[in-house]
Nanobody, 121 residues
Framework: QVQLVESGGGLVQPGGSLRLSCAAS????????MGWYRQAPQNQRELVAT???????NYADSVKGRFTISRDNAKKTVYLEMNSLRPEDTAVYYC???????????????WGQGTQVTVSS
């Protein structure tokens, strides 16, 4: 069984910062790309940022310069540092990982349960 567990969400004032973490656990052979997505009420889930196993990053235009994605491969953990937060960043944030459970299995996509981020004064 594989699990992705997010932490670090909460309520923050506009202009504030939060750091999200997502740890993968279970029977994992290796992890490829990892990422963060978000979904606001009445909106579709959208990409926030991704990072490859080698550290190459990609960001949505709306968060460039404010958010930073990173990962610790030894800890099987991906992070999202969020600065200069805006009310429009309010959403449930989900982490995602493409991983293989054994040498013989293909890449599969896994999702965390989501963590709420609310930006409000």
């Amino acid at each position: 069984q594989v699990q992705l567990v997010e932490s670090g969400g909460g309520l923050v004032q506009p202009g504030g910062s939060l750091r999200l973490s997502c740890a993968a656990s279970g029977s994992i052979f290796n992890i490829g790309d990892m990422g963060w997505y978000r979904q606001a009420p009445q909106n579709q889930r959208e990409l926030v940022a991704t990072i490859t196993s080698g550290g190459t990053t990609n960001y949505a235009d709306s968060v460039k310069g404010r958010f930073t994605i990173s990962r610790d491969n030894a800890k099987k953990t991906v992070y999202l540092e969020m600065n200069s937060l805006r009310p429009e960043d309010t959403a449930v944030y989900y982490c995602n990982a493409d991983l293989r459970r054994s040498f013989y299995r293909s890449l599969e996509k896994y999702w965390g349960q989501g963590t709420q981020v609310t930006v409000s004064s």
